[in-house]
């Protein structure tokens, strides 16, 4: 009981917290910990935290994230593909995806553009998207799956990240590829290894069979059909082959870093 006591603590919601750490679960630990109490107590079992004010309320759900990181990285399956659909189920109009209007989005010069390469890799040149675009490409199309529960089917042209990692000569022994990209705010994101090297992990520079629209990342974003996502980002214009994690833009909010769909 003093425990207990310990834990309810005023300022913080014991209900919304729950809550909380429930959705950023797996689904395994999501159902067994609800099948056995979803409970506050359960909580601080799992995590070892106690919540005594905010900031351990807050370090809670960080060990909860972190868990279910680890978890679905654990579970991930490199040839396991994500559906591919009929170009008849394409949404149309594919619905534009960002935290800034469309008309915000950043306005690229393909021309003056590059693709800085950095990291882990033999071949540190910077890329033109002439040279980009000579690079063998495939189509896919794949299910893009916001966070914020919507999903639409889009149609997909680009090369596998994977080929273009093994033509720069990268470390696929690294931990990550973490993107830059143009976007107000300097939106950024790491992927991890395994995801990045999935066969259906693209650097796509087409939608629908047109050169890539500026409203979806012009002149190249990353696809990962696997992902959720904002883990898909666009208006790239570097990327890192790395050990040390360097955070996201919504990674750094609160998001997994996994982030499977």
């Not at 999501?30 to 909580?43: C, E, I, M, N, V």
């Not at 890329?127 to 914020?148: F, G, S």
């Not at 190249?220 to 208006?235: D, E």
Request: charged share 25%; net charge positive; aromatic share 12%.
């Amino acid at each position: 009981m003093g425990r207990l006591r310990k834990l309810l603590i005023p300022g913080v919601d014991k209900k919304l917290l729950v809550r909380d750490a429930v959705k950023v679960m797996p689904d395994p630990t999501r159902r067994r910990f609800l099948t056995t109490g979803a409970s506050l107590g359960a909580l601080t079992l799992l995590t070892g935290c106690d919540v005594l004010d905010s900031s351990s309320a807050e370090e809670m759900l960080k060990k909860v994230s972190k868990f279910n990181d680890a978890v679905q990285a654990w579970m991930f399956n490199p040839n396991a593909l994500a559906p591919t659909f009929p170009e008849s189920m394409i949404t149309k109009p594919f619905p534009f995806n960002g935290y800034y209007d469309v008309d915000d989005a950043p306005d690229i010069d393909g021309k003056e553009w590059k693709l800085e390469v950095r990291g882990l890799v033999d071949n540190k040149k910077s890329w033109t998207l002439d040279e980009l675009y000579q690079l063998p490409q495939v189509k896919q199309v794949t299910r893009h799956i916001c966070v914020e529960g919507w999903s639409a089917i889009g149609s997909w042209t680009g090369t596998p990240l994977r080929d273009f990692l093994k033509l720069v000569g990268a470390d696929t022994r690294a931990k990550y590829v973490w993107f830059q990209c143009a976007d107000k705010d300097g939106y950024n994101s790491p992927l991890d290894m395994p995801s990045a090297l999935h066969p259906q992990t693209q650097m796509s520079f087409k939608f629908a069979d047109q050169i890539l629209p500026r409203a979806y990342g012009y002149p190249m974003k990353i696809r990962v059909p696997t992902k959720l996502g904002f883990k898909n980002p666009k208006y790239v214009i570097s990327m890192e082959v790395t050990n040390e994690y360097k955070g996201g833009y919504w990674e750094d909010q609160g998001y997994n870093s996994f982030s499977g769909s």
